[in-house]
């Protein structure tokens, strides 16, 4: 069981910067990913990272987010700069094994965080 806790979420206006991170329980060499979603709204992919560390972006926050990790302390990251309003959502981070990357489907990932809010404001 891996158990995964995200942090750093907040409120910043439109063009701002936040880095969320996200923290495993213990060592894994799983595929990793982030993401989102609003009320309403279905869960949706923001960014995913392979084991060996390539990594891929929704269209929508390409050039905007990284995804990067930390493998010695066990910590995944992603950084938001330009952030817009419709960035505002629940993020979460993910883990998974057999993840045929890349790919940002929910389906393919065995474990999840409780989330870190995030809302940007015009």
């Known amino acids: 069981q891996v158990k995964l806790v995200e942090s750093g979420g907040g409120s910043v206006q439109t063009g701002g910067s936040l880095r969320l991170s996200c923290t495993t329980s213990?060592?894994?060499?799983?595929?990793m990913a982030w993401f989102r979603q609003s009320p309403g709204k279905k869960r949706e992919g923001v960014a995913t990272i392979d084991i060996d560390g390539p990594t891929h972006y929704a269209e929508s926050v390409e050039g905007r987010f990284t995804i990067s990790k930390d493998t010695a302390k066990n910590i995944l990251y992603l950084q938001m700069d330009s952030l817009k309003p419709e960035d505002t959502a629940m993020y979460y981070c993910?883990?998974?094994?057999?993840?045929?990357?890349?790919?940002?489907?929910?389906?393919?990932?065995?474990?999840w965080g409780q989330g870190t809010q995030v809302a940007v404001s015009s």
């Open positions: 213990r060592h894994v060499n799983y595929y």
């Open positions: 993910a883990a998974g094994l057999g993840v045929p990357f890349p790919t940002l489907s929910a389906d393919y990932f065995d474990y």
